[in-house]
């Protein structure tokens, strides 16, 4: 008798605007792809058309794509099937600014990124945040909370990266986000999950 092949892991990972962090969100998925998951990128609007001072918006998209070896999900369209289909097994968002972190904690749902989420919590099926905020412990101090309490959400453990100059400012310790993903699947949140000073 022949065993069943094990299905591959179905991996959504949704990128917000924090374009500080997408070096290291490229090494992230370089690991994750090293796995053997299948990881489908999603795209916010800015993320996919908005060229920064650290890289152009064409190269980052065509590097995220080519790592992921899947063409990404640009449009709110696009992002709507994952509910109705359930075809992912777990949603990351890295890095999760404070705009996003504040319109999922209130069902806004205006971007790819934000459907897709939407779409797949409606499954019961995990969404990791790896948050990348200035106003963390400010004006998103009670959405991070909110967020927190909700079911079927996890986070990537953060902390201060710069306690002194940005005092309100967290970040996810974003190399975490493959054992973040384990434990998540496992229904459970990685521990502890302030870790400060970054």
């Known amino acids: 008798m022949n065993e069943k092949k094990e299905k591959k892991l179905q991996i959504g990972f949704a990128i917000t605007g924090s374009f500080c962090t997408f070096q290291k969100i490229l090494e992230v998925l370089k690991d994750l792809s090293e796995k053997d998951y299948n990881i489908i990128p999603i ?3 800015r993320t996919s058309t908005m060229d920064n001072r650290f890289q152009n918006a064409d190269d980052f998209v065509k590097e995220v794509q080519t790592i992921t070896g899947n063409r990404g999900i640009f449009t709110i369209p696009e992002a709507e099937p994952i509910g109705p289909k359930g075809y992912l097994d777990i949603l990351v968002i890295a890095p999760c600014t404070g ?3 504040a319109k999922l904690c209130h069902g ?3 971007s790819p990124v934000l459907m897709a ?3 797949h919590l409606r499954n019961e099926k995990p969404l990791i945040i790896s948050i990348s905020t200035n106003d963390a412990l400010g004006m998103n101090f009670k959405n991070l909370g909110e967020l927190m309490n909700m079911k079927n959400i996890y986070f990537v453990p953060f902390g201060q990266d710069n306690p002194v100059k940005k005092t309100n400012s ?3 310790h974003v190399e975490l986000i493959p054992q973040t993903i384990e434990a ?3 229904r459970k949140q990685l521990q502890p999950v302030i870790r400060s000073p970054f």
């Open 43 to 45: 795209f916010s609007e």
């Open 99 to 101: 705009n996003t972190l």
């Open 170 to 172: 967290m970040i996810a």
């Open 117 to 119: 989420a939407k779409a």
């Open 108 to 110: 806004i749902t205006d």
């Open 184 to 186: 998540a699947l496992k």
